[in-house]
């Protein structure tokens, strides 16, 4: 099956034509189709498009210096201290027998 010159000139736009809808297809936003468009309840756009965020621009410097390690150190102890109590807590509303479960020493 030979395409001729007429024929083969109709394959070509045909091609063609399918092959620029998909492109076309980048070109337009659905929201700014009629039938689907933005509900009516919507916020109207901005006349002009936002800035793009500044992603370069580094925060100020702390006011704050760094923790001392004995400060850290102590935190880490109450972290711990208070987790323990929290499975405690839990392990004993469950009734499981684990470790978990631990009562919290008296103090």
């Known amino acids: 099956m030979a395409l001729t010159g007429a ?7 045909a091609a063609l034509l ?4 998909p492109v076309g297809g980048c070109a337009t936003s659905i929201a700014d189709i009629p039938l689907v ?3 009516s309840d919507a916020p109207a756009r ?5 800035a793009y965020p500044a992603i370069h621009d580094l925060p100020a410097d702390r006011e704050q210096s760094v923790m001392e ?3 850290q150190a102590k935190l880490q102890k109450e972290l ?4 323990d109590r929290q ?10 027998t684990g470790p978990a ?6 103090k």
Do not use: D, H, Q
Not at 7 to 13: D, L, P, Q, S
Not at 18 to 21: G, P, S, V
Not at 46 to 50: C, L, Q, Y
């Open 87 to 96: 499975a405690g807590a839990a392990g004993a509303t469950a009734g499981s």
């Open 101 to 106: 479960a631990k009562k919290p020493s008296a």
């Open 69 to 71: 390690p004995s400060e």
């Open 37 to 39: 468009g933005v509900p």
């Open 80 to 83: 711990i201290a208070a987790r």
């Open 46 to 50: 901005p006349k002009e498009a936002g």
């Open 7 to 13: 024929n083969r000139t109709g394959w070509i736009a």
């Open 18 to 21: 399918i092959l620029a809808l």
